[in-house]
């Protein structure tokens, strides 16, 4: 019998090792899929053009002074689809798509630039398969909830995707913000209350 307060160390082939080795397996899996994931460059994110990806061009309103994500931002949208750039000086961008207001071609392009693979109505298992756990979740409206990651192997992304019960995915802000990359990786690592 082992000495009080002395850790008995668990038989490796017991159900609560193998469950806590393939849940620890899952969340190395999980970050290294995020880390690795191959995207494009901050040079040619910067570079992209919201006209370059819509058919309806005359649709497009600048947009200047334009508040989001605790900074001021300038650019272009269409609807509630915005291509944003920092008003300061730097290659700080923000792309924000509306899936439903959106061509499937044009999404596919957009996907196909940014080497992302999503597609309009992913369900949370897709998006969970495509890029693990997420950072952070949130949920401000009861049939919806926000899936935050931080993505990218050398040049990091903010990337929150939004899935509905009914719909799937819907809506998506991919960022270099670094503000915000920041405060994401506090939140995710601060205790959960």
Do not use: C
């Not at 990806?53 to 001021?72: A, P, Q, R, T, V």
């Amino acid at each position: 019998m082992p000495a009080a307060g002395a850790i008995q160390a668990m038989p490796s082939h017991s159900p609560k090792t193998l469950l806590a080795e393939s849940l620890l397996e899952k969340l190395y899996k999980s970050r290294k899929k995020q880390k690795n994931m191959d995207i494009i460059s901050y040079d040619n994110f910067y570079k992209l053009k919201l006209e370059d990806f819509i058919s309806n061009k005359e649709d497009i309103e600048m947009l200047d002074n334009w508040e989001f994500m605790n900074d001021i931002w300038q650019g272009e949208s269409v609807g509630f689809s915005e291509w944003l750039y920092l008003s300061k000086e730097t290659k700080e961008k923000s792309i924000s798509l509306d899936l439903n207001d959106l061509s499937d071609a044009s999404i596919d392009k957009i996907s196909s630039t940014l080497k992302l693979k999503i597609t309009k109505g992913m369900t949370k298992d897709n998006v969970f398969k495509l890029f693990g756990q997420p950072k952070n979740i949130e949920s401000f409206v009861s049939d919806r909830l926000t899936f935050e990651y931080i993505i990218g192997s050398t040049e990091k992304y903010y990337l929150s995707l939004i899935v509905t019960d009914e719909e799937g995915l819907t809506y998506f802000v991919l960022m270099n913000h670094l503000a915000t990359i920041a405060d994401l990786e506090q939140k995710a690592q601060a205790p959960k209350r």
